[in-house]
């Protein structure tokens, strides 16, 4: 069962991780990042977040930049939300397929 604690927190690292993402892809041409859904531990020490990546090929390759360079993120995520968290909560991030499998059953659907 989740707090409003929980749900609000939810809520700003979401806001916070994808406007990080926005800017950090905004240099490469053709690639989208956002941040679909955020869950947060009881405990608020581990943050698991799930991403969609357009275009979906590259998808593997750009999980694999993110969590290379997930101190930086998690830097950044600290000195936004320094103020409203006391302790930054460990990132995991995850790909959230859940565009390809609908496209995937629409295209069953129709053949």
């Known amino acids: 069962m989740e707090t409003t604690r929980q749900r609000r927190i939810e809520r700003l690292i979401q806001k916070e991780l994808s406007d990080i993402f926005r800017l950090q892809t905004a240099q490469t041409r053709g690639i989208i ?45 600290g000195r936004r939300c320094g103020k409203q968290l006391r302790i930054i909560p460990e990132l995991r991030f995850f790909i959230d397929d859940s565009l390809d499998y609908i496209d995937h059953i629409d295209e069953l659907l129709k053949g």
């Open 33 to 77: 990042v956002s941040v679909s859904k955020v869950y947060i531990s009881p405990d608020l020490s581990v943050c698991r977040s799930y991403l969609s990546i357009f275009p979906s090929e590259r998808g593997e390759e750009i999980l694999k930049n993110i969590t290379a360079n997930i101190k930086s993120v998690r830097y950044e995520l």
